[in-house]
């Protein structure tokens, strides 16, 4: 019996591949990334009830220690 892939006309490459194909799977990948930091970044600043200010001294406090 063939495989589900076999049988499926409409499965092809993944998409990583067709990122690398039109040449922005870096670009994409880069962007992927910074959001998903942002997005951690404001989960940990809602966790702590941090402002964007609060958080900003703290980071300019830890550079220094």
Do not use: C, P, Y
Not at 9 to 26: C, V
Request: no cysteine; aromatic share 6%; charged share 25%.
């Amino acid at each position: 019996m063939n495989s589900q892939h076999e049988e499926n006309l409409h499965i092809g490459s993944d998409f990583d591949d067709f990122l690398s194909e039109e040449a922005i799977l870096d670009e994409v990948t880069a962007v992927a990334t910074k959001r998903i930091i942002a997005w951690q970044i404001s989960e940990g600043m809602s966790t702590l009830k941090l402002s964007k200010t609060a958080m900003a001294k703290n980071a300019h406090q830890q550079s220094f220690a």
